[in-house]
């Protein structure tokens, strides 16, 4: 029987049998949701500036390094994908382990305190307009203290933003067009892609599959996912994220005290994104700053989105330690301070309450409870591949599963589980070169969704 035709009939009965006997339920979590049955409408974004046909042009010409960006950015182009597929087939049952976007409720004890503070926005005793751009004090001093206790990161030190991505970006138009700059390979997009539109690249050379002047600090199998620092050549930025997306790998402490001293040596910054810090089960450390030197060569970005289900909330922040200065002996933090102020107005006031929530004493917890269960589908996803003979990278300290096809491209694999499985999944080399013959597997989403997956990802590749 081929898969469609064993897919066709099944898809949306229940899937938990083939893993019966692990641990793992679907009613794990209350909220479970079934797999929507037909419900997939094409949406157009209403965003999405209208394809017309038209003779008149400005006089305006275009952003030359906005023109050097490759296709669309890799999450939209899957979403694209996907939606052609269900436009190929419009009653499939597609299941999206794709873009790495939450899927669980908010625990209550985090949107009670949104809703409060959004019904106080309707008093006079409770309205507020405009915040501080760095965010709400009690906020700053609740990060600092449970995230950098004992690190000598203080409450001024952090900013609170609408969320790291935001703030990458905020980051780049403090070190301008003329820094260079290095990354993992594989990488989150938006390092090299912000990288790209501030003018600090060359082209895309289409045969390396990399941009020029870009550092690509290769993380394979063979050298545990950390680059081999005596080959990387010295740049003033070094973009490093970990536990990483997408292969899931955590640094260890060794590992992080030579990037800092590589940084050292060489009078560099690292922009140390640590968004998934919450998902190590490793004792490996979860802030860079967990690493002697760091504050005098290292900036932090963080968020709630994967820890709170924030994504559409939208909160996260980033440390600039006053001890980190520019060559010229300016803090860092004064012109971040400045490019904030001017290019944001501040996190969402209920938002903010909502961070603040999560950081109680029962929001932390109840935060944790939803990071384990999509940990517990992790280990689903990554039982799965291995029983299937796949090499499998990644799952332990961050919710990504990184398995490996050796020999194959990327997009081939996700095009082949797309088209026979009805599965989103991301192709490796949309995180950069180094990503070519993997896919990245998230593990967010309902119970029923995870198992299913796995059922048709054994029904392909048994
Ligand atoms: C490594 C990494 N950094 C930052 C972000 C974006 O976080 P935010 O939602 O706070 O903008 C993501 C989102 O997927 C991520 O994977």
Redesign the pocket.
Known sequence: MSVMQSLSGSISSSSSAFLAPTNFTSSSRAQNVPLPAKSFRICKCVAAPQEQITAYKTKVSRNANVAKLQAGYLFPEIARRRTAHLQKYPDAKVISLGI?DTTEPIPEVITSAMAKRSYALSTLEGYSGYGAEQGEKALRAAIASRFYKNFGIEEDDIFVSD????D?SRLQVVFGSNVTMAVQDPS?P?YVDSSVIMGQTGQFQKDVEKYGKIEYMRCTPENGFFPDLSTVSRTDIIFF?SPN?PTGSAATREQLTQLVQFAKDNGTIIVY?S??ALYMSDDNPRSIFEIPGAKEVAIETS?F??YAGF?GVRL?WTVVPKQLLFSDGFPVAKDFNRIVCTCFNGASNIAQAGALACLSPEGFEAMHEVIGFYKENTDIIVETFNSLGFKVYGGKNAPYVWVCFPGRSSWEVFSEILEKTHVVTTPGSGFGPGGEGFIRVSAFGHRENILEACRRFKELYK
Do not use: E, H
Not at 163 to 166: D, L, N, V, Y
């Open positions: 790495g969320g790291a991505k935001c990458i989150y938006a994220c997306n994104d968004a998934y968020s989105s994967k994504t996260g």
